[in-house]
């Protein structure tokens, strides 16, 4: 099988693959603050897991796989969803429970699926996906497909008893698995060093004598580094890799969250690392695009937002009649 | 040719597992000590010789990666043979079996497929009690997106494994650890049982027998007995607990007009409980005496043989039940 480059992106970091990421970094954000405003609005209950302030994780990661490979996500998982190719009025109208969503309406937000695409579903337990992405990479290893996986999964779920056993399991059989831990300090209320013994999450990765490596998760380009390197040694039989993504979520677990365990100041330090910016800066600094050229990105993004929540809000709901449909394969 | 061959429910077992990896490339199985060992219960004996390492895959004592693993490989295009070594096990898998593997399809709009055997055994019989003993097939038919299988003749167990590694559903596939050994015809061929269909055992008019799995047997052990007195029982093995055969079985009960579910597991909140239900639900007027569950005991299952004989329905408690739907 052909390898094909997700979206045919060129292997080195040239100026249009700069603008994808640009580009793939603002949709998320936008797509998530439009999620806000829909929960502020009150027209959407669930689903209020969003993605600010992560976005060069999925962004990166994705920008250095295939089309066929996999991915396995969280709870946390619009923009996995997005990066790995998904479309966002799909997407959209899947989060706002309506019959055109990607999942017709059952998955929502926690579970957002698309196989289309290589995303194997977001995943509403902490650690549920990573035997499923243990399981994807066998198979893809007994295929002989050359396709990778990548797991991405908080800081919470390393201390889930299924993370130590996908972790041996993916080491002993050397599967061609990026676990992409995305740590953004707290697991719901509790920060990592009241959870853990430690201070990088990656050292988990030594119990198993698994590759390990730390990236910067604000820099899209550190992340898309990272992830070609050790996604290049998983493809060619060399085993997984743990990548600890430091990064930070902007706002709350969810909307109910006051954030009282942290400070507006630690927010504030973190804001100024912000994702987008980190990324124009680079491309400006390089000289990919110009400032203008943000600018255009920004207005073409925020017009397809805006197509796709004009798309979630007109689809129709689900029909009842049709509730149990998709329990069993025929 | 073979028709009147006999085999051992543990060996057609082993036939319908050889057949299916000689016929479909993509079954494989995992599982802890079904490699080299060959199984707890000697079911995946010689697969590693004549499959490799590659497809007969011992792995650490992992329930939940284990079954999470056959996930992922069952949505990707292979057919994954999962064993969870005993049934009990499925607590530290559950979140893998019941939030995963039968919600996937159904979460994701019906986009994926999970062909996924969870291969396992239960009940008693081996004084190896709390934690390596229950029926615990009543959760499974508490959850939607699973099919659960029973079998209890070696006809059945190869024809039912077929057709549980050809189904693109999750299959719950629980052997009876004390009933391995049970010989019985078993053609050499390739045929399949269809999921979701019962067996009538045994035709009779007094009174219907409903069960499955090793209490099948006993419920047939019975309808001797009670056929040396005159009464006539109708003997049907349910053979698939989910979704269980209620076609059969209301027909059968608007002939006999008495009803009698027998099972190993627990009394409360069990198979039978549902069985019941359905029954006056779909044929009350039909019932000439209450429906009777004879059921294990609400207990947790005992060490001593004594007592653990004492947990579960035997043929003089089903001989009994059948009696009181009589008087």
């Known amino acids: 099988m052909a390898p094909t480059l997700a979206r045919n992106m060129p292997r080195t970091l040239t100026p249009d693959l700069a603008l994808w990421m640009l580009r793939m970094i603002l949709t998320i954000r936008m797509f998530e603050e439009k999620m806000l405003e829909f929960l502020n609005a009150g027209v959407i209950k669930g689903g209020s897991h969003l993605y600010i302030g992560q976005e060069a994780v999925a962004t990166g990661v994705c920008a250095a796989l295939r089309n066929d490979d996999y991915i396995t996500s969280t709870h946390r998982g619009h923009g996995h969803g997005l990066a790995k190719g998904g479309d966002p009025k799909a997407l959209m109208a899947e989060i706002l429970g309506k019959a055109t969503g990607v999942c017709r309406g059952r998955g929502g937000s926690l579970h957002l699926a698309d196989l289309d695409t290589g995303n194997l579903g977001a995943n509403g337990i902490v650690g549920g996906s990573l035997g499923i992405a243990a399981g994807a990479a066998l198979s893809a290893k007994m295929r002989n497909s050359g396709q990778i996986v990548a797991c991405f999964f908080g800081d919470g779920a390393v201390n889930t008893g299924i993370f130590h056993e996908a972790m041996n399991m993916t080491k002993v059989w050397e599967l061609p698995v990026l676990f992409v831990c995305e740590n953004n300090l707290y697991g719901m209320s509790v920060s990592v060093n009241r959870a853990t013994g430690l201070t990088d999450l990656a050292d988990r990765a030594d119990g198993y004598r698994m590759r390990k490596a730390i990236v910067d998760g604000q820099d899209v380009f550190a992340v898309l580094e990272a992830a070609r390197h050790y996604g290049e040694i998983a493809r060619s039989g060399g085993g997984p890799t743990f990548i600890e993504c430091k990064t930070y979520r902007f706002g709350g677990h969810s909307r109910s969250d006051a954030r009282k365990y942290r400070t507006r100041e630690e927010e504030r330090q973190w804001r100024e690392r912000d994702p987008i910016t980190v990324c124009a800066r680079r491309g400006i600094e390089e000289g990919w695009f110009d400032t203008a050229t943000v600018e255009q990105i920004r207005s073409e993004v925020a017009a397809i937002i805006e197509e796709a929540a004009g798309f979630a809000l007109s689809s129709p709901e689900p029909d009842p009649h049709e509730l149990t449909d998709d329990l069993y394969a025929a | ?327």
């Open chain 2, 1 to 327: 040719m073979g028709s009147s061959r006999e085999l051992t429910i543990q060996d057609a077992l082993n036939e319908a597992l050889r057949m299916e990896m000689r016929r479909d490339e993509r079954v494989f199985c995992m599982g802890e000590d079904i490699a080299i060992y060959g199984g707890a219960y000697g079911v995946t004996k010689g697969l590693l010789q004549e499959f490799g390492e590659e497809r007969v895959r011992d792995t650490a004592i992992s329930e939940a990666a284990i079954i999470g693993a056959g996930i992922g490989a069952a949505m990707t295009g292979m057919r994954p043979v999962v064993e969870l070594m005993y049934v009990d096990f499925a607590g530290i898998a559950m979140d893998q079996i019941y939030n995963q593997a039968a919600k996937i399809r159904y979460m994701f709009g019906g986009k994926a497929k999970v062909p996924l055997v969870i291969r396992t055994q239960g009940g008693t019989g081996k004084q190896i009690a709390a934690q390596h003993s229950n029926s615990l097939e009543a959760w499974f038919l508490h959850t939607p997106g699973l099919k659960t299988v029973m079998p209890s003749t070696p006809y059945d167990a190869k024809g039912l494994l077929i057709s549980a590694i050809r189904d693109d559903n999750p299959v719950m596939f629980i052997e009876h650890k004390a009933i391995y050994n049970e010989k019985g015809p078993c053609p050499e061929g390739d045929y399949t049982v269809p999921i979701g269909k019962a067996a009538i055992r045994r035709p009779g008019k007094d009174a219907t027998i409903v069960s499955y799995s090793r209490m099948a047997l006993r419920s047939m052990a019975a309808a001797d007995t009670l056929a040396g007195e005159g009464i006539s029982c109708e003997v049907i093995d349910l053979r698939t607990v989910s979704p269980w055969d209620t076609h059969v079985v209301i027909e059968s009960v608007a002939r006999t007009h008495r009803a009698v579910i027998v099972e190993e597991g627990t009394r409360t909140g069990g198979v039978g409980a549902e069985i019941s239900a359905r029954i006056m639900e779909l044929a009350f007027d039909e019932l000439d005496a209450p429906v009777e569950r004879v059921a294990g005991v609400d207990t947790v299952i005992p060490a001593s043989a004594t007592l653990e004989a004492a947990a579960i329905p035997n043929v003089e408690s089903i001989v009994a039940a059948v009696r009181r739907t009589l008087l």
